[in-house]
């Protein structure tokens, strides 16, 4: 397998295929049946049996793993074949244990098995980071991912080793946070919260994501955001809804004020990038944002005693998780798509690519209307979840106050979402519209038939959660530890647990939809034959070329110059004059972004260390005589202290 690498590529793939779809037949069984599964190892942890087992928790996080992995899998057979003389055996090996370890996170029930599984695949997923080592950055980006995933994963064993002291087991289904006092508990939220927020990608603990995304081959980012980021969620949902449950009302507060930083300023990064992988990683800092700024909404209905609303405000989380996990790993592949056909991801050298890949484009295009929130696809019902849990808030906090940060929120979820639909107009519009702007672009081609496909099987997602979305709300809700959300049996979604009764009926989506396609077929036919007359868009007199068109820099100028005591944008504009007095001069222009928390916190971090650094370095003399001494200072230390 290691010398064919034609042989290894599409075995491999199909291998990780086969088990990615086992793995959701998995998830469905337990949603079909209404039971777990599990299964014991052959050996026991602390005096424990080792067991894997599926819940409903679990087997919804499986599905998104199963089919995302199933995806890329496909898509990944024609992509990988730019790495046959690239270690392409350590690449597909790799990606079936980061596969693997996915899989065991989300069935694990044992919190030893969880960390096991856990270090497994952030080590795999950070050599998959740094698989092109070779190329300026790469390197960097993988090691600050392992230091940001491996300080994560501290808080996290923290977190989990104060429940098992407490509960006397390490099982899940015994770890209870009810023996811990309330500073304990406080202790063990903070803890959860950090480790998982660190590894999701939430601000301030995101900044491995912009650089390990565009670092990672595309079918890895993909999975990465549309799977790895969930495992995040996993975690602090298992925290909050099964080991901790009932916190206090700050807990809550502090969820919404960090998940509505990240989304706000998420997106507005997003909105200012020109590199298209950058641009989809600062989203997914919003997108996961978003999903704790839910989780959080939840937190504080729980707190105030409100269950109904605080498990539709988790469901209407799970239920974006889920979307996400479509919707982005569709958009990396589609950039996977781009980059391969162009060799570039600087959307400034894009342009006019719906035209050389029709179905990239396409395919591309729905991923970033439901990334936009737009009806009818699935990310617009998703959020309008969200909207409708954080309408509740008001009268569950009472009082004007309450209302004033309802409304507050909102404003807030509606500022991202404009954000957003520009940042996604931008990157579809600037990469795909208009005419190339460099050779790359104007000689690409339409990419190979499998990496089509496995992009076509997630917009088929997309569009079917679009059209039937109660089979998500549905197991969402199914996935809670108490369903709240009584299924009717009819298309309608909600029943009265919700006070103002909304609901959502995909009959009349559909008979919407089906309504529209006939209406502009018939308007087509009443028009005649169709007369097409090739020729430049008429700029009177002027044939329009690439210098004509709108760059990504420039779409986003406004937004620059509006934000700009956050972003603080630093000019650079170069002008070389030509000799020849009619053709003009030459422009080069260059904007550099001021990002919050790496200047604020990690910059005057990482120089504080460097001096440390430098400090102890001067302990390491090389002179045996002064170790001798060394030893000799700490021997009496530890006399005198064991003394006292």
């Given at each position: 397998?290691?010398?064919?690498?034609?042989?290894?590529?599409?075995?491999?793939?199909?291998?990780?295929?086969?088990?990615?779809?086992?793995?959701?037949?998995?998830?469905?069984?337990?949603?079909?049946?209404?039971?777990?599964?599990?299964?014991?190892?052959?050996?026991?942890?602390?005096?424990?049996?080792?067991?894997?087992?599926?819940?409903?928790?679990?087997?919804?996080f499986?599905?998104?793993?199963?089919?995302?992995?199933?995806?890329?899998?496909?898509?990944?057979?024609?992509?990988?074949?730019?790495?046959?003389?690239?270690?392409l055996?350590?690449?597909?090996?790799?990606?079936?244990?980061?596969?693997?370890?996915?899989?065991?996170?989300?069935?694990?029930?044992?919190?030893?098995?969880?960390?096991?599984?856990?270090?497994?695949?952030?080590?795999?997923?950070?050599?998959?980071?740094?698989?092109?080592?070779?190329?300026?950055?790469?390197?960097?980006?993988?090691?600050?991912?392992?230091?940001?995933?491996?300080?994560g994963?501290?808080?996290?064993?923290?977190?989990?080793?104060?429940?098992?002291?407490?509960?006397?087991?390490?099982?899940?289904?015994?770890?209870?946070?009810?023996?811990?006092?309330e500073?304990?508990?406080?202790?063990?939220?903070?803890?959860a919260?950090?480790?998982?927020?660190?590894?999701?990608?939430?601000?301030?603990?995101?900044?491995?994501?912009?650089?390990?995304?565009?670092?990672?081959?595309?079918?890895?980012?993909?999975?990465?955001?549309?799977?790895?980021?969930?495992?995040?969620?996993?975690?602090?949902?298992?925290?909050?809804?099964?080991?901790?449950?009932?916190?206090?009302?700050?807990?809550?507060?502090?969820?919404?004020?960090?998940?509505?930083?990240?989304?706000?300023?998420?997106?507005?990064?997003?909105?200012?990038?020109?590199?298209?992988?950058?641009?989809?990683?600062?989203?997914?800092?919003?997108?996961?944002?978003?999903?704790?700024?839910?989780?959080?909404?939840?937190?504080?209905?729980?707190?105030?005693?409100?269950?109904?609303?605080?498990?539709?405000?988790?469901?209407?989380?799970?239920?974006?998780?889920?979307?996400?996990?479509l919707?982005?790993?569709?958009?990396?592949?589609?950039?996977?798509?781009?980059?391969q056909?162009?060799?570039?991801?600087?959307?400034?050298?894009?342009?006019?690519?719906i035209?050389?890949?029709?179905?990239?484009?396409?395919?591309?295009?729905?991923?970033?209307?439901?990334?936009?929130?737009?009806?009818?696809?699935?990310?617009?019902?998703?959020?309008?979840?969200?909207?409708?849990?954080?309408?509740?808030l008001?009268?569950?906090?009472?009082?004007?106050?309450?209302?004033?940060?309802?409304?507050?929120?909102?404003?807030?979820?509606?500022?991202?979402?404009?954000?957003?639909?520009?940042?996604?107009?931008?990157?579809?519009?600037?990469?795909?519209?208009?005419?190339?702007?460099?050779?790359?672009?104007?000689?690409a081609?339409?990419?190979?038939?499998?990496?089509?496909a496995?992009?076509?099987?997630?917009?088929?997602?997309?569009?079917?959660?679009?059209?039937?979305?109660?089979?998500?709300?549905?197991?969402?809700?199914?996935?809670?530890?108490?369903?709240?959300?009584?299924?009717?049996?009819?298309?309608?979604?909600?029943?009265?647990?919700?006070?103002?009764?909304?609901?959502?009926?995909?009959?009349?989506?559909?008979?919407?939809?089906?309504a529209?396609?006939?209406l502009?077929?018939?308007?087509?036919?009443?028009?005649?034959?169709?007369?097409?007359?090739?020729?430049?868009?008429?700029?009177?007199?002027?044939?329009?070329?690439?210098?004509?068109?709108?760059?990504?820099?420039?779409?986003?100028q406004?937004?620059?110059?509006?934000?700009?005591?956050?972003?603080?944008?630093?000019?650079?504009?170069?002008?070389?004059?030509?000799?020849?007095?009619?053709?003009?001069?030459?422009?080069?222009?260059?904007?550099?972004?001021?990002?919050?928390?790496?200047?604020?916190?990690?910059?005057?971090?990482?120089?504080?260390?460097?001096?440390?650094?430098?400090?102890?370095?001067?302990?390491?003399?090389?002179?045996?005589?002064?170790?001798?001494?060394?030893?000799?200072?700490?021997?009496?230390?530890?006399?005198?202290?064991?003394?006292?």
């Amino acid at each position: 397998m290691k010398e064919n690498s034609r042989i290894n590529n599409l075995f491999s793939h199909l291998f990780a295929l086969a088990g990615s779809l086992a793995a959701a037949a998995s998830a469905c069984v337990v949603y079909a049946t209404g039971q777990g599964w599990e299964i014991g190892l052959p050996f026991s942890v602390w005096q424990e049996e080792a067991m894997f087992r599926l819940d409903h928790l679990g087997a919804f996080f499986l599905f998104m793993t199963g089919v995302g992995g199933a995806a890329v899998s496909l898509y990944a057979i024609g992509y990988c074949r730019s790495y046959m003389r690239r270690r392409l055996w350590l690449l597909t090996g790799l990606y079936n244990v980061f596969l693997l370890s996915l899989v065991l996170v989300f069935s694990a029930q044992h919190a030893l098995l969880f960390l096991l599984a856990w270090e497994v695949m952030a080590l795999s997923s950070c050599l998959l980071v740094n698989h092109e080592y070779e190329e300026a950055g790469v390197s960097q980006a993988a090691y600050l991912y392992f230091a940001m995933t491996q300080a994560g994963t501290a808080f996290i064993v923290m977190a989990f080793f104060s429940l098992a002291a407490a509960s006397g087991s390490m099982d899940f289904s015994l770890l209870n946070g009810a023996f811990l006092t309330e500073g304990e508990r406080n202790f063990v939220f903070l803890c959860a919260l950090i480790g998982f927020g660190a590894k999701g990608g939430l601000m301030p603990l995101h900044i491995w994501l912009p650089r390990a995304h565009p670092a990672a081959p595309s079918h890895i980012s993909a999975l990465m955001s549309g799977v790895m980021l969930k495992t995040a969620v996993y975690g602090m949902l298992r925290m909050s809804l099964q080991f901790l449950p009932s916190g206090p009302l700050w807990w809550g507060e502090l969820m919404v004020a960090v998940g509505l930083i990240s989304l706000l300023l998420g997106i507005l990064y997003a909105f200012l990038e020109k590199d298209l992988k950058r641009l989809l990683a600062y989203s997914s800092v919003e997108n996961v944002g978003l999903i704790f700024f839910t989780i959080g909404v939840g937190l504080l209905f729980s707190s105030k005693g409100d269950w109904a609303a605080a498990q539709f405000a988790w469901t209407a989380a799970l239920c974006h998780a889920l979307n996400h996990s479509l919707f982005k790993t569709l958009a990396f592949l589609g950039v996977g798509a781009v980059y391969q056909a162009t060799h570039s991801k600087d959307a400034d050298q894009l342009g006019g690519l719906i035209k050389k890949m029709p179905y990239t484009a396409v395919f591309f295009l729905i991923s970033v209307m439901a990334l936009a929130a737009l009806p009818p696809l699935n990310g617009f019902w998703g959020e309008w979840l969200i909207f409708q849990a954080v309408l509740q808030l008001g009268p569950v906090l009472g009082g004007m106050v309450g209302k004033l940060i309802s409304a507050l929120l909102i404003a807030g979820l509606g500022m991202a979402g404009v954000f957003a639909a520009a940042c996604f107009v931008e990157a579809f519009g600037i990469s795909f519209l208009a005419k190339a702007r460099s050779k790359g672009a104007d000689e690409a081609k339409e990419v190979a038939l499998t990496m089509r496909a496995g992009q076509g099987v997630l917009a088929l997602c997309c569009v079917g959660a679009a059209v039937f979305p109660q089979f998500v709300i549905q197991n969402a809700a199914a996935a809670l530890p108490a369903g709240v959300l009584v299924w009717s049996g009819d298309m309608s979604l909600f029943s009265a647990a919700l006070p103002n009764g909304y609901s959502i009926d995909s009959r009349w989506l559909i008979a919407s939809l089906f309504a529209g396609l006939v209406l502009s077929l018939g308007l087509a036919r009443l028009g005649g034959k169709e007369k097409q007359t090739p020729g430049e868009t008429w700029t009177c007199g002027i044939v329009p070329d690439r210098q004509m068109e709108y760059t990504a820099s420039g779409f986003s100028q406004a937004a620059k110059r509006a934000f700009r005591r956050v972003v603080h944008p630093h000019e650079e504009q170069l002008i070389n004059q030509s000799p020849h007095r009619y053709h003009g001069q030459k422009l080069s222009y260059e904007i550099r972004l001021h990002y919050l928390f790496s200047t604020q916190i990690y910059e005057p971090l990482q120089r504080r260390l460097v001096e440390a650094a430098q400090i102890m370095k001067q302990i390491q003399g090389g002179s045996v005589q002064v170790y001798v001494g060394y030893i000799f200072v700490v021997t009496i230390a530890v006399l005198l202290w064991s003394a006292r």
